[in-house]
């Protein structure tokens, strides 16, 4: 009867075994993780940093591909290898993480989204997303950056640096943010449409963005004091330049060189910045040049800016851009939204007056 008993026992386990859906586990002290295996969604509930090397867990499931992950708002960090070669499509990562471990989302040729939400500094090691080559939106700190040529949407949140300080600003004795970016002659991703820099970005350096074709309205951060030679060279598809504040001094030669589809400046600065004699080269000499008031006779006598003859006053009212799902024409008070820039499928829109305009100033 015992031996019957027992018997009973081991097939109904075995059975319940092999028809659970789901597969669960610990991936830290206060942090679990269940799997369904119909839909191969991985969800991590709980609070705090997550920890495989302590915890059996998906990795160690050879049977486990994760097709789709989400994470809670109390989570801390991720761990190191914690996604490599798995099947995500999406990933979208809460605030509250602050640590990115070595590898974590690396060889995963399915990935085309990848979205940090946190817009401070975190800290985060080598190969976040080394080899997503299909990866074609990006948002976060630069140091996960993995250029590829299906990128077309960077989005710069935070200019993050953990070793050398040079050129970069301290927030505190180990953390420091990069100011200056910069790229290498004709190696940027080519269809990129849509880039933003972090706020605290001082320096746009050589070759940043040369060779982006595909490239629309830009919008420069307001600490912005200089853009190196070359930075924008042939991006033929660029249609605006915005200038968020009056920090602009020098805008090197071949900046914006062969942006022949550049069909708006605008500028904050009284004094006008230095360009150069091919700063601007076949960039149309009558497009629209807002400045700020009583600085035309300035422009119009400054080496190089005295080329362009269309400089109207005032420079039109801007705001910092900020991320919106929301359309606020849709809502019931668009005045709420008045004069602000907004991304926007991957479009700059300006919300004015209850109507909406391009930054090119285009109503829709």
Known sequence: MMLRTIYLSICCLLSISLWADTITGACGDSLYWSFDTETRHLDITGKGKMQLYKYPAWTTNNNITIASVSFPDSI???????????????????????KFGRDAFAQMPSLLRFEYEGEGYAESENGILYNCYNLRYFKGITRMIAYNDALDTIIVTYGYASASFLNRSYIDDSHAYDKRLYGKYNTTPKKIKTYFFPDELEEIGDFLLCYATDLGGI????????IGPGAFL????????????????????SAFSRCSSLS???????????????????????????????????????????EFFNFIEPTPPTTDIENTSTNP??????SDFNGKKCLQNNQILIFRDGATFTISGQKR
Request: glycine share 2%; net charge negative; aromatic share 10%.
């Open 329 to 334: 024409n849709n809502m019931s008070n668009s």
């Open 264 to 306: 708006y400046i605008s500028l904050q600065d009284t004094i006008p910045p230095t360009i150069y004699e091919h700063t601007f080269d076949s960039v149309d000499r009558s497009i629209p040049i807002y400045i700020p008031l009583n600085a035309t006779e300035r422009y119009q006598t400054a080496p190089y800016w005295s």
């Open 219 to 226: 919008s420069i951060p307001k600490k912005v004091h200089m």
């Open 234 to 253: 042939n991006c033929t598809s660029l249609d605006s330049l915005v200038f968020e504040g009056d920090s602009i001094q020098t805008i090197g030669d």
């Open 76 to 98: 801390t960090s991720i761990d190191s290898y914690a996604f490599e070669e798995q099947e995500l499509t999406e990933v979208v990562i809460p605030a509250s993480v602050k």
